[in-house]
């Protein structure tokens, strides 16, 4: 049980979200989860530019996010399941419909996102101060992911100073990484732990 209430100041033209160009502003924002408060203050969202210069920022006091490139809006939830599904099919579902000239950059900041988490999965946490970006390309199928975590926890699960590279095209996806510890229960830890999928 969501509810919203807050001030919101628009300044942009289209005629749809795909051709959005402007700015708009939440503030005096609060935001609750049945009835307790989650820390949410404002909200912008910009997007400017044409064709293939699109950029779209959206920032808040908890995040900031920016996509540069080729893109429809209404495309990106699925871009990454579209070129996921062809390295694991059976674990993800491929989108309807994408197009595919979806040639995007992006970088992510988050800083305290903590109990948004809980919003998605109750057993999910952390990810403070994390930072991830990479890139996108549906034309060539390539896809570049670097990503920066300081902690977070999955259930019991205690994963601490996470760095993570991924690198794909149509024919392979490499990923390599590290973490400084994984916690699994009170008398087992794993130290420095190195992984190369």
């Known amino acids: 049980d969501l509810t919203f209430r807050g001030k919101v100041d628009l300044d942009f033209s289209g005629s749809s979200i795909e051709n959005f160009s402007g700015t708009t502003r939440i503030s005096l924002a609060e935001l609750a989860k049945n ?19 699109r950029k779209l920022i959206v ?9 540069a490139g080729d893109y429809n809006v209404k495309d990106l939830p699925d871009a990454f399941a579209y070129l996921l599904n062809k390295y694991y099919p059976s674990f993800v579902k491929a989108p ?4 595919p000239t979806l040639d995007i950059n992006f970088d992510i900041r988050t800083f305290y996102v903590d109990e948004y988490l809980h ?34 926890k999955y259930k019991q ?21 590290e973490a400084k510890n994984i916690h699994i229960n009170d008398s087992l830890s794993v130290p420095k732990a190195v992984f190369k999928i």
Do not use: R
């Open 96 to 99: 309807v419909k994408i197009s």
């Open 157 to 177: 699960y205690n994963f601490d100073e996470v760095k993570l590279t991924a690198n794909g095209d149509i024919d392979k996806l490499l990923v390599t990484g």
């Open 59 to 67: 920032e808040s006091n908890e995040f900031k996010a920016e996509v």
């Open 35 to 53: 009835g307790s408060p989650l820390p949410f203050d404002s909200l912008i969202i910009t997007s400017s530019g044409a064709g293939k210069n």
């Open 119 to 152: 919003l998605i999965d109750s057993s999910l946490s952390g990810f403070n101060n994390s930072h991830f970006s990479g890139s996108l390309n549906l034309a060539k199928n390539e896809l570049g992911f670097t990503a920066s975590v300081p902690q977070f």
